[in-house]
């Protein structure tokens, strides 16, 4: 960023200089040619530099109070949207019990440049001696009436293993991979699951299918309790779409006599044939997997606090390298020197001026002078009262991503196992890794929280009003641009949006809703199924900007096929029965 502002400011100097001579060269005559004395020049390239930073500085539209209110409204608009990806694990042969893998683990890949990039698992993962045999369409007269997934166990009876649920990821290609998602969740009427060497089979309905990644517990962008989960929602979708395409299915317990052998399967019975399906290969389903972010704990540079400078900048330990950029800062801590005591500061957003007074800090998103990135800078406040402000060594427990490092990484090589990996199983990761997305700090971030205001104080019933809060995070400073380009094209689907005010009986309590449909261009996504997964991630966004105990049900409709899709009545998380 500086370097366009710099290259101006030189230019400046060298070219208006010399003009600005010969119109007055009795003021100036110094200035009338090139100088060949190389200190000369390095001043002049340090008088650029620096009115280059004041330039910027100007331009920048206040960030300090644009940034400090997105800090009490909007928190988690600063931060960076770190690279993520899907993890999966393998089972060893060794493995004769299941064996829980918890979120929040960490894989490492191969080294980039010198450094191995650090994800974190985002969901529980239950590992079985379990592998998919098969996946296959059963069809008649080229329409399928079902799709039969066969399963077998390995160095365990089928009668010893007793989860309460089994998990499936859809793999493969996106658009594709989309497209059977919407074929299982609106297709689907039950499921059967059966032991294929003697027992019984259990038949389970259509909610035992469950769609996974909505939830609050199954986040994979760490968001502030002050922010509306909605946003991550969409943030995570632009980010990763492949981060929803998991299911359950839920209620194995009810299957009671599994036999004596191993081998099993699961058939996702349609309600009628399906003409044209999705294609289903042995690798189209996937046990063990996960999202995973490259977010992780890592160690900051202690800060001297000698009070001689208003604010002081963030320095993850090995930055010299440039491998590593700071998400957050979780906790300061100030160790004064003489004295063997220790204070906690606390952020200046949770300040209460009702309680007890106690030293605050504040975070500052900069724009990095020498990169395409941000920086972060800390300053300290205290109570009225508290004296002179004494010397200390601040140490920062932050968190940090490996800036545009996973960029380089593709299928397969995040797969070196570190202190939180199970020993009984490999891994590696389906897909390359998403590019990370700088946060909108710069010249339009002041437009950008406007319109953030805004949007918030108008009813989401009018499409232009949707349609622009969608945009909002679609991150552009980014090398993905055929991502953010996707995303846009997204968001300028929706078409034609209408809510209608009902009421409806519930547990004998008569509740208030709002009926909300909407028309979407299919040319806008990947596939049916990218729309159809669109429509779900806006079923859970519009649901939390309902009033309080106000249900809602959406319905999408195809502008040109006229296909339409319904989602059940919810009341934030909770659906209606």
């Not at 290609?173 to 919407?182: V, W």
């Not at 963030?314 to 801590?333: F, N």
């Not at 800036?403 to 380089?408: K, Q």
């Not at 390359?432 to 997305?437: F, H, I, S, V």
Request: proline share 7%; charged share 20%.
């Amino acid at each position: 960023m500086i370097n366009r502002y710099y290259q101006r400011e030189l230019a400046n100097l060298r070219t208006l200089a010399v003009e600005f001579s010969k119109k007055h060269p009795a003021l100036a005559p110094m200035l009338s040619g090139p100088s060949q004395d190389p200190d000369v020049e390095r001043l002049l390239e340090g008088s650029a530099f620096l009115s280059g930073l004041l330039a910027q500085k100007l331009d920048d539209e206040f960030p300090e109070i644009i940034h400090g209110l997105m800090r009490l409204v909007f928190p988690h608009y600063l931060s960076p949207v770190p690279s993520m990806t899907i993890l999966k694990y393998t089972p060893k042969r060794s493995l004769m019990e299941p064996l829980t893998v918890q979120a929040g683990s960490h894989a490492a890949s191969i080294p980039v440049e010198g450094t191995s990039c650090t994800f974190t698992t985002c969901y529980d993962v239950d590992l079985y001696p379990l592998a998919i045999t098969d996946t296959a369409l059963v069809t008649s007269a080229g329409r399928a009436s079902a799709l039969r997934v066969s399963l077998e166990m390995s160095g365990m009876q089928l009668s010893k293993w007793q989860p309460p649920a089994l998990r499936f990821h859809l793999a493969g290609d996106y658009g594709h991979a989309a497209d059977r998602f919407l074929l299982l969740m609106r297709r689907t009427a039950r499921i059967v699951v059966r032991a294929k060497e003697g027992g019984g089979q259990a038949v389970l309905g259509r909610r035992n299918l469950v769609p996974v990644g909505f939830g609050e517990n199954e986040a994979a962008i760490p968001y502030p309790r002050q922010s509306y989960p909605g946003y991550r929602i969409l943030q995570e979708y632009f980010t990763l779409p492949e981060k929803f395409l998991f299911f359950d299915v839920t209620g194995l317990e009810a299957w009671q006599d599994r036999g004596t052998g191993q081998a099993f399967e699961i058939v996702f019975e349609f309600d009628k044939p399906v003409t044209d399906p999705p294609a289903f290969t042995k690798d189209s389903l996937a046990l063990f997997a996960t999202p995973a972010i490259n977010l992780f704990p890592h160690e900051a540079d202690p800060v001297l606090l000698d009070h001689r400078m208003p604010e002081y900048r963030v320095i993850p330990a090995g930055e010299s390298t440039g491998h590593y950029q700071v998400y957050s800062v979780d906790k300061v801590i100030g160790f004064m020197q003489g004295s063997v005591g220790q204070r906690e500061y606390y952020p200046f957003e949770m300040f209460n001026p009702m309680s007890e007074a106690r030293p605050v800090y504040s975070l500052n998103h900069r724009q990095s002078a020498l990169t395409e990135r941000t920086d972060l800078y800390l300053s300290v406040a205290y109570p009225k009262g508290a004296g002179d402000p004494q010397t200390e060594t601040l140490s920062l427990s932050i968190r940090c991503t490996n800036a545009t490092l996973p960029e380089n990484l593709q299928i397969g090589d995040i797969s070196k196992p570190t202190e939180t990996s199970p020993v009984l199983a490999d891994f590696s990761n389906l897909r390359p890794p998403t590019a990370t997305r700088q946060p909108p700090i710069g010249k339009e971030s002041l437009w950008r929280l406007l319109s953030h205001l805004y949007l918030n104080y108008l009813p989401m019933a009018d499409t232009e009003n949707l349609k622009a809060l969608v945009k909002l995070y679609i991150f552009p400073e980014t090398k993905d641009r055929a991502g953010v380009l996707a995303g846009i094209k997204r968001a300028e689907a929706v078409n034609d949006l209408k809510v209608e005010t009902t009421n409806r009986l519930v547990g004998g309590i008569m509740m208030r809703g709002q009926l909300i449909e909407m028309r979407l261009d299919p040319t806008g996504f990947a596939s049916m199924g990218d729309m159809y997964l669109f429509g779900s991630v806006l079923d859970c966004f519009l649901a939390g900007y309902a009033a309080v105990n106000c249900f809602t049900r959406l319905a999408v409709e195809d502008v040109f096929k006229k296909e339409r899709y319904e989602w059940p009545a919810r009341i934030g998380e909770r659906y209606l029965l």
